[in-house]
């Protein structure tokens, strides 16, 4: 089995997280861990941020974080498994449906030996034909303005987000060649 060598990757102070799609765009590759302890059982509820597992990398003992809250339907590792650090962990059920995707992994060091990752799950991009009562869907509705990698939105619903560069290009280019020409 080929490791890769996995690069740092940081997120800026607001707490924006660089995407696997950004990932992807770039040449990078992830590595291949050992699962070394499970934490989460199918039926549990997780919070956000609550440690999934332990892996081993090199030597050294690293735990992996979820992100979203919600009832775990199905576990996919186990221990002693081998995975892919951009594999699918787990699967939660209710308002968080998963799809096997992983949104962010987020890397972080707390001291020299202590390192952190978090990985993020995203919904399930299913085909809906929204009904009386259903709530909007969110979209940028206008640009504000940018900062590093990340742009300054305002929603459809009227409340202001934060949308990191590659989404914003990816999925609404509309919008950004809107704000170019403004600038």
Same mark, same amino acid.
């Given at each position: 089995m080929k490791v890769y060598e996995y690069q740092k990757i940081t997120s800026n102070s607001i707490g924006i997280n660089i995407t696997l799609r950004d990932l992807i765009d770039q040449p990078i590759q992830t590595k291949t861990v050992k699962v070394i302890?499970? $934490? @989460? /059982? #199918? &039926? =549990? *509820?997780?919070? !956000?941020? *609550?440690?999934?597992?332990?892996?081993? %990398?090199?030597?050294?003992?690293? #735990?992996?974080? !979820?992100?979203?809250? &919600?009832?775990?339907?199905?576990?996919? @590792?186990k221990e002693n498994d081998l995975i892919g650090l951009d594999s699918v962990i787990y699967n939660i059920r209710g308002d968080f449906r998963q799809d096997l995707q992983? #949104?962010?992994?987020? *890397? &972080?060091?707390? /001291?020299?030996? %202590?390192? %952190? $990752?978090?990985? %993020? @799950? +995203?919904? /399930?991009?299913? #085909?809906? +034909?929204?009904?009386? &009562? =259903?709530? @909007?869907?969110?979209?940028p509705k206008m640009i504000l303005g940018h900062k590093d990698n990340v742009f300054k939105v305002v929603m459809n619903d009227g409340k202001m987000n934060d949308i990191n560069f590659q989404v914003m290009k990816n999925k609404y280019p509309h919008l950004v060649v809107q704000y170019l020409e403004k600038l």
């Open positions: 302890e499970v $934490f @989460i /059982n #199918e &039926g =549990d *509820y997780v919070y !956000n941020c *609550y440690i999934a597992l332990k892996i081993l %990398n090199q030597g050294e003992l690293i #735990e992996l974080y !979820n992100r979203w809250p &919600g009832q775990i339907d199905e576990v996919y @590792i992983i #949104e962010y992994i987020q *890397y &972080g060091v707390i /001291n020299k030996r %202590n390192q %952190n $990752f978090r990985i %993020n @799950i +995203i919904k /399930n991009e299913e #085909e809906h +034909i929204p009904e009386q &009562g =259903d709530k @909007i869907q969110l979209d």
